[in-house]
């Protein structure tokens, strides 16, 4: 009979640890699915849920789940139901769980009946941000306590070795309770005294504790105003006033401070802080300007090494690595840096991988770029085609007629997208006067980058253009190119020749053709149709002439040529 | 989904502002149940005062039956319960908090239960069962419950703490004694760490220093009296280090009152604990010089606050904690009026936290008065003193709540009180901050005697005054008394 009760009992535990072992289990799958997911997921909402169901479950039955660790293992009722497998690369992750609860000093952890949904998640969030590393100035303990459960109890071990405090050092052989009896103590001598005494304690006592409504109020208002407090913006406040007071050395220190503190807000990209801070010291600088030359030149240098090449390229690496940095503070904190940041940033801008942070580093250039266009332009020499690019796009957003400079050198880059921006913000920034530096580009490979360059000539009416314009019209594979870059080219040197070009318009189509000669009929009819987008005379009179003659393709496109110039304004 | 989640999130937060709603509730009852106790014990049932009171406490109590079916009123751990729910105290509710806490486990009682269909008179006579039964009684919560159940109240069930509860509340208490000693000591232990980790240009572990200050807020908030005893030990060759765990201590202390958060009040005692680290860079032999300082040397110490701001620069952080940290550093010395050290350019309002640690400060500093500098005062002077300056140099609420905390004959107090006895404060009343706890080293005659631990506020209804009442209070130094030996603290 006994026998069989024991066999019942253990058979109870076997299946209590068995439960115990399974639901760990999932509790690890779910955290593994949290810090994979991001929080938004739905495959970590369920786990979630589905965890939640699991716990209930086995505290309704057992009450509590308790589970105790050690370096490697996880155990419940003294059985191991988690041991780490630290061998196997593999399950890092995995593995850590029981070494990062052991590592904080945790020895045991408790869930009670009763568990919350809201404790058990908040657990698990605990635990991702430990194991991912997210919070330095954190451990497992402070989280924890920070989050008051209720439910969820732990064990901690006490590192901290505390010597016993010897109290007072002050060596009294013998308490000289006579000399104060017969010497000091005046007792009061009547009842009335004692009365008004302890009046007056009672008066005193009763105005500590009664806190009058006023008092309240006041006292509300305090809190209230810690509600708003700004820890930034709190140690900023301090930071300028001893930086307006202290002596030169101590001056100096407090700058290196400013500055180290600025490092440790980049590292964990609060550029929104970082920026604060250097308004503040251009703040503080702008006082000193013309009291204290070396406080003002120290500040300057400050602000100077926040842009430092070695600083805007740990920005570079955590814009590429980190997703949630806010791109608005960092275009607010880099716009707030001295022009020595220009050459600097351009460096980045051709290691940045994504469009967004290209984007807000090309504004902050456009903004450095009103004062310092040359330090900007200088972009443009940059090796790499898409930095230059970028710089192109940022010298049109200046819209700095000093930028053509700059984009004439990139009318010759070598790649062909740099080029064809060039020419894209040349048209946007120069004028008539930049036009020559199109005319290399007439006998550039892409035929795309020519049309371009022939349409920007034309619009500027480039008359240096004309000969080499004709140089090309002139040639005898001219009839062969490609249709629409020859029509641009006739239009270009009708626009620009005028009255100039009639000869050459004339040749061409009153020269009869007898080779290849449906593409010289379309060359004659694309000259036809340039000369009918001008309402000048020479032009007219030659359209009406060509008219005249018996080819009837000729013909026609010259008649609807001049239909269409009678509705053109003359010139 | 998406939908799923919102609704969900919806429930969630009504659930939060139901649970917000019945903390608001739990807070109300344990201050109506304090004030209708207080009542009962100066009226007698039929008094009108008395049942004005008791019935606002009614209808407060209908009103929670109606919406939670029944009331369970738990206390346990050093903390009430309401329907399981914890209930939180801010500066008002404070003390009644203690007295209804005080009033269980004066009476064996772990838990009173009130349910559905509880009259009024019933409610009148259970309430006054408590301003009338003695409960220095033997067997008084036997008695308690007999007297209940021949008054005929039947929806009202008060349970007895189990013994084996009881048990191991004694042992925690006492456990907790040690483990406050203990976390105490760590305190100082940190802080003597962080100074001598700075002095070797080594930086300090803020881990450790935030898992330090949670077990003191942890442990502060379940046993304030051994701490006040605590803080009223001096020791002079530790003196930068001990103080600063003192501070710290009796900043968090404010902040319990003010009803802070736990993380705030962790924030506050980290800020509390390194507020003099600026003294690490001043000499050695300044800071613990055995004399008054004289003009130069004063221009060094008022360095400390920006030195301060430096050192915990220096501690490569810039999270919440060290900005608070800076924050306290550089205006405790400041004075509510700014009339203090270093001199601001700007106008500015100290911070909260800057505020309670310039009164714990200067408090500490007064009552702790290094051996040689005669200008140390008691502890009630002391808070006097600060009195004159409350609204110029302390925040005039945020001194009184100080005192609230540490009373108006602190720990550590030496007394003569009208029986000619003297003795030791050792221990304060929330309820009555004049009357404390003394324990009694002398008699009449400046004999030695058996150290006897009376409460001040034991009232002779006989002769219809207080048992013992202070007198006057004295300088232990002048009279050689060592009160560090006669804290309960050992
Ligand atoms: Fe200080
Ligand atoms: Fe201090």
Redesign the pocket.
């Given at each position: 009979m006994e026998e069989l009760e024991i066999k019942k009992e253990r058979l109870e535990k076997e299946q209590e640890i068995n439960e115990a072992k399974k639901l760990l289990d999932f509790f690890l799958k779910a955290l593994k699915n949290i810090m994979i997911y991001p929080e938004d997921n739905p495959i970590p909402f369920e786990f979630k849920k589905g965890l939640y169901k699991k716990f209930k479950d086995f505290l309704e039955k057992n009450g509590e789940f308790k589970i105790q660790v050690d370096s490697t293992n996880l155990l419940y009722q003294n059985e191991v139901i988690y041991h780490d497998q630290s061998k196997d690369v593999r399950m890092h992750q995995e593995k850590s769980i029981a070494f990062f609860i052991y590592r904080d000093g945790i020895r045991e952890i408790k869930f009670e009946m009763g568990l919350p949904e809201k404790e058990l998640n908040s657990f698990l969030e605990i635990l991702k941000l430990v194991v991912k590393r997210l919070v330095p100035e954190d451990d497992l303990v402070t989280l924890l306590w920070g989050k008051d459960f209720n439910f969820i109890k732990y064990e901690v071990v006490d590192e901290i070795l505390a010597e016993e405090l010897s109290y007072s050092t002050q060596v009294f052989s013998q308490p000289d309770f006579e000399k104060l009896y017969h010497s000091e103590i005046d007792l009061p001598e009547t009842e009335e005294e004692k009365k008004v005494k302890g009046e007056k304690v009672k008066i005193f006592v009763e105005n500590i504790k009664a806190f009058a409504e006023g008092e309240i109020t006041d006292l509300n208002k305090l809190l209230a105003m810690d509600q708003k407090y700004h820890p930034l913006e709190a140690t900023i406040s301090v930071f300028i006033e001893i930086l307006n007071q202290e002596e030169l050395p101590d001056f100096y220190e407090m700058v290196g401070l400013i500055e180290k503190g600025l490092d440790l807000l980049i590292e964990t990209y609060d550029f929104a802080s970082t920026y604060k801070i250097i308004e503040a010291i251009k703040q503080v600088e702008q006082r000193f300007s013309g009291i204290s030359k070396e406080r003002s030149e120290r500040l300057k240098i400050a602000v100077e090494r926040a842009g430092d090449k070695r600083r805007i390229e740990i920005i570079g690496e955590i814009l590429n690595r980190e997703k949630k940095v806010d791109l608005f503070s960092v275009q607010d904190y880099l716009c707030s840096l001295y022009w020595n940041s220009i050459s600097n940033l351009i460096n980045i801008l051709g290691e940045l991988k994504t469009f967004s942070a290209r984007k807000m580093v090309c504004r902050v250039l456009e903004k450095f770029g009103r004062e310092n266009l040359e330090l900007v332009g200088k972009g443009v020499f940059d090796s790499r085609w898409y930095v230059v690019r970028n710089i192109l796009w940022v010298l049109g957003e200046i819209e700095d007629r000093r930028g053509v400079e700059f984009v004439n050198f990139a009318l010759k880059h070598e790649d062909v997208r740099v080029r064809r921006e060039a020419i894209r913000i040349l048209e946007k920034i120069g004028d008539s006067n930049s036009g020559t530096a199109l005319i290399p580009l007439l006998d550039y490979d892409f035929n795309k980058i020519r049309i371009m360059a022939v349409k920007l000539l034309a619009k500027w009416k480039v008359k240096e253009a004309i000969k080499p314009l004709l140089e090309i019209a002139e040639k005898k594979e001219f009839h062969n190119i490609d249709i629409e870059e020859k029509k641009e080219l006739l239009l270009a040197l009708a626009i620009i020749g005028r009255d100039e070009i009639i000869p050459f318009f004339r040749k061409l189509l009153r020269k009869r053709a007898f080779f290849n000669r449906e593409k010289k009929i379309e060359t004659k009819i694309l000259a036809i149709k340039a000369l009918g987008a001008l309402n000048f005379l020479k032009a007219k009179n030659l359209l009406t002439e060509i008219k005249t003659k018996r080819n009837k393709t000729l013909k026609e496109a010259s008649a609807k040529a001049l239909a269409k110039l009678e509705l053109l304004p003359k010139i | 989904m998406g939908k799923e989640t919102s609704t969900k999130s919806s429930d969630k937060k009504f659930l939060d502002r139901q649970e917000e709603t019945l903390l608001q509730k739990g807070k109300e009852l344990v201050s109506q149940l304090h004030a209708s106790i207080k009542t009962a014990q100066i009226y007698e049932q039929n008094n009108e005062m008395f049942i004005k009171q008791s019935r606002k406490l009614f209808d407060l109590i209908s009103e929670l039956i109606q919406k939670e079916g029944e009331i369970l009123l738990v206390s346990k751990e050093g903390y009430l319960f309401l329907n399981d729910l914890r209930l939180k105290f801010d500066l008002e509710k404070y003390a009644g908090s203690k007295f209804i806490m005080e009033i269980f486990e004066r009476f064996d009682m772990e838990k009173i239960s009130i349910e559905e269909g509880v009259t009024s008179s019933e409610l009148d006579s259970f309430v006054y069962l408590f301003g009338h039964l003695n409960p220095e009684e033997k067997d008084i919560f036997d008695l308690f419950e007999e007297k209940i159940h021949k008054l005929g109240i039947s929806h009202i069930k008060v349970e007895r703490i189990p013994l084996f509860k009881k048990e191991s509340y004694k042992k925690s208490l006492q456990e907790n004694k040690r483990l406050a000693k203990k976390t105490f000591f760590n305190a100082v232990t940190v802080v003597r760490e962080a100074m001598s980790s700075l002095e070797s240009r080594k930086t300090v572990n803020i881990v450790r220093v935030k898992r330090m200050v949670q077990s003191l807020v942890d442990l502060i908030m379940e046993d304030e009296g051994t701490f006040l005893e605590l803080t009223a030990l001096k020791n002079f060759d530790e003196y930068t280090y001990i103080h600063s765990a003192d501070v710290c201590v009796l900043s968090i202390m404010c902040g319990v009152r003010l009803g802070l958060e736990k993380n705030k009040l962790c924030e506050l005692g980290f800020a509390a604990l390194f507020?003099?680290l600026g003294?690490v860079r001043l000499p050695y032999e300044l800071i613990n010089k055995p004399a008054e300082y004289d003009d130069s040397e004063w221009v060094q110490i008022r360095r400390?606050?920006e030195l301060g701001v430096k050192t915990i620069l220096s501690f490569r952080r810039l999270d919440d904690y060290s900005m608070r940290a800076i924050l306290v550093a550089f205006e405790?010395?400041l004075n509510l009026d700014l009339s203090g050290y270093p001199k601001v350019s700007k106008k500015r309002d100290l911070n909260l936290f800057s505020r309670i640690v310039s009164i714990a400060?200067a408090y500490d500093?007064m009552t702790s008065g290094r051996v040689y500098i005669k200008t140390s005062y008691s502890p009630d002077e002391t808070l006097k003193r600060m009195f004159y300056r409350s609204g110029i140099f302390y925040d005039p609420v945020l001194l009184k709540v100080f005192i609230n905390v540490v009373g108006v004959y602190p720990v550590g107090t030496l007394v003569v009180l009208d029986t000619g006895e003297i003795g030791v404060v050792c221990g304060i009343n929330s309820e009555d901050l004049a009357r404390p706890r003394v324990k009694i080293i002398a008699d009449r005659y400046g004999e030695k005697k058996e150290y006897k631990v009376v409460d001040l506020r034991k009232f002779d209804e006989t002769r219809n005054e207080y048992h013992f009442s202070i007198v006057q209070t004295l300088d232990p130094q002048r009279y050689k008394i060592d009160i560090s030996q006669y804290l309960a603290v050992e």
């Amino acid at each position: 009979m006994e026998e069989l009760e024991i066999k019942k009992e253990r058979l109870e535990k076997e299946q209590e640890i068995n439960e115990a072992k399974k639901l760990l289990d999932f509790f690890l799958k779910a955290l593994k699915n949290i810090m994979i997911y991001p929080e938004d997921n739905p495959i970590p909402f369920e786990f979630k849920k589905g965890l939640y169901k699991k716990f209930k479950d086995f505290l309704e039955k057992n009450g509590e789940f308790k589970i105790q660790v050690d370096s490697t293992n996880l155990l419940y009722q003294n059985e191991v139901i988690y041991h780490d497998q630290s061998k196997d690369v593999r399950m890092h992750q995995e593995k850590s769980i029981a070494f990062f609860i052991y590592r904080d000093g945790i020895r045991e952890i408790k869930f009670e009946m009763g568990l919350p949904e809201k404790e058990l998640n908040s657990f698990l969030e605990i635990l991702k941000l430990v194991v991912k590393r997210l919070v330095p100035e954190d451990d497992l303990v402070t989280l924890l306590w920070g989050k008051d459960f209720n439910f969820i109890k732990y064990e901690v071990v006490d590192e901290i070795l505390a010597e016993e405090l010897s109290y007072s050092t002050q060596v009294f052989s013998q308490p000289d309770f006579e000399k104060l009896y017969h010497s000091e103590i005046d007792l009061p001598e009547t009842e009335e005294e004692k009365k008004v005494k302890g009046e007056k304690v009672k008066i005193f006592v009763e105005n500590i504790k009664a806190f009058a409504e006023g008092e309240i109020t006041d006292l509300n208002k305090l809190l209230a105003m810690d509600q708003k407090y700004h820890p930034l913006e709190a140690t900023i406040s301090v930071f300028i006033e001893i930086l307006n007071q202290e002596e030169l050395p101590d001056f100096y220190e407090m700058v290196g401070l400013i500055e180290k503190g600025l490092d440790l807000l980049i590292e964990t990209y609060d550029f929104a802080s970082t920026y604060k801070i250097i308004e503040a010291i251009k703040q503080v600088e702008q006082r000193f300007s013309g009291i204290s030359k070396e406080r003002s030149e120290r500040l300057k240098i400050a602000v100077e090494r926040a842009g430092d090449k070695r600083r805007i390229e740990i920005i570079g690496e955590i814009l590429n690595r980190e997703k949630k940095v806010d791109l608005f503070s960092v275009q607010d904190y880099l716009c707030s840096l001295y022009w020595n940041s220009i050459s600097n940033l351009i460096n980045i801008l051709g290691e940045l991988k994504t469009f967004s942070a290209r984007k807000m580093v090309c504004r902050v250039l456009e903004k450095f770029g009103r004062e310092n266009l040359e330090l900007v332009g200088k972009g443009v020499f940059d090796s790499r085609w898409y930095v230059v690019r970028n710089i192109l796009w940022v010298l049109g957003e200046i819209e700095d007629r000093r930028g053509v400079e700059f984009v004439n050198f990139a009318l010759k880059h070598e790649d062909v997208r740099v080029r064809r921006e060039a020419i894209r913000i040349l048209e946007k920034i120069g004028d008539s006067n930049s036009g020559t530096a199109l005319i290399p580009l007439l006998d550039y490979d892409f035929n795309k980058i020519r049309i371009m360059a022939v349409k920007l000539l034309a619009k500027w009416k480039v008359k240096e253009a004309i000969k080499p314009l004709l140089e090309i019209a002139e040639k005898k594979e001219f009839h062969n190119i490609d249709i629409e870059e020859k029509k641009e080219l006739l239009l270009a040197l009708a626009i620009i020749g005028r009255d100039e070009i009639i000869p050459f318009f004339r040749k061409l189509l009153r020269k009869r053709a007898f080779f290849n000669r449906e593409k010289k009929i379309e060359t004659k009819i694309l000259a036809i149709k340039a000369l009918g987008a001008l309402n000048f005379l020479k032009a007219k009179n030659l359209l009406t002439e060509i008219k005249t003659k018996r080819n009837k393709t000729l013909k026609e496109a010259s008649a609807k040529a001049l239909a269409k110039l009678e509705l053109l304004p003359k010139i | 989904m998406g939908k799923e989640t919102s609704t969900k999130s919806s429930d969630k937060k009504f659930l939060d502002r139901q649970e917000e709603t019945l903390l608001q509730k739990g807070k109300e009852l344990v201050s109506q149940l304090h004030a209708s106790i207080k009542t009962a014990q100066i009226y007698e049932q039929n008094n009108e005062m008395f049942i004005k009171q008791s019935r606002k406490l009614f209808d407060l109590i209908s009103e929670l039956i109606q919406k939670e079916g029944e009331i369970l009123l738990v206390s346990k751990e050093g903390y009430l319960f309401l329907n399981d729910l914890r209930l939180k105290f801010d500066l008002e509710k404070y003390a009644g908090s203690k007295f209804i806490m005080e009033i269980f486990e004066r009476f064996d009682m772990e838990k009173i239960s009130i349910e559905e269909g509880v009259t009024s008179s019933e409610l009148d006579s259970f309430v006054y069962l408590f301003g009338h039964l003695n409960p220095e009684e033997k067997d008084i919560f036997d008695l308690f419950e007999e007297k209940i159940h021949k008054l005929g109240i039947s929806h009202i069930k008060v349970e007895r703490i189990p013994l084996f509860k009881k048990e191991s509340y004694k042992k925690s208490l006492q456990e907790n004694k040690r483990l406050a000693k203990k976390t105490f000591f760590n305190a100082v232990t940190v802080v003597r760490e962080a100074m001598s980790s700075l002095e070797s240009r080594k930086t300090v572990n803020i881990v450790r220093v935030k898992r330090m200050v949670q077990s003191l807020v942890d442990l502060i908030m379940e046993d304030e009296g051994t701490f006040l005893e605590l803080t009223a030990l001096k020791n002079f060759d530790e003196y930068t280090y001990i103080h600063s765990a003192d501070v710290c201590v009796l900043s968090i202390m404010c902040g319990v009152r003010l009803g802070l958060e736990k993380n705030k009040l962790c924030e506050l005692g980290f800020a509390a604990l390194f507020h003099d680290l600026g003294k690490v860079r001043l000499p050695y032999e300044l800071i613990n010089k055995p004399a008054e300082y004289d003009d130069s040397e004063w221009v060094q110490i008022r360095r400390h606050p920006e030195l301060g701001v430096k050192t915990i620069l220096s501690f490569r952080r810039l999270d919440d904690y060290s900005m608070r940290a800076i924050l306290v550093a550089f205006e405790h010395h400041l004075n509510l009026d700014l009339s203090g050290y270093p001199k601001v350019s700007k106008k500015r309002d100290l911070n909260l936290f800057s505020r309670i640690v310039s009164i714990a400060d200067a408090y500490d500093a007064m009552t702790s008065g290094r051996v040689y500098i005669k200008t140390s005062y008691s502890p009630d002077e002391t808070l006097k003193r600060m009195f004159y300056r409350s609204g110029i140099f302390y925040d005039p609420v945020l001194l009184k709540v100080f005192i609230n905390v540490v009373g108006v004959y602190p720990v550590g107090t030496l007394v003569v009180l009208d029986t000619g006895e003297i003795g030791v404060v050792c221990g304060i009343n929330s309820e009555d901050l004049a009357r404390p706890r003394v324990k009694i080293i002398a008699d009449r005659y400046g004999e030695k005697k058996e150290y006897k631990v009376v409460d001040l506020r034991k009232f002779d209804e006989t002769r219809n005054e207080y048992h013992f009442s202070i007198v006057q209070t004295l300088d232990p130094q002048r009279y050689k008394i060592d009160i560090s030996q006669y804290l309960a603290v050992e």
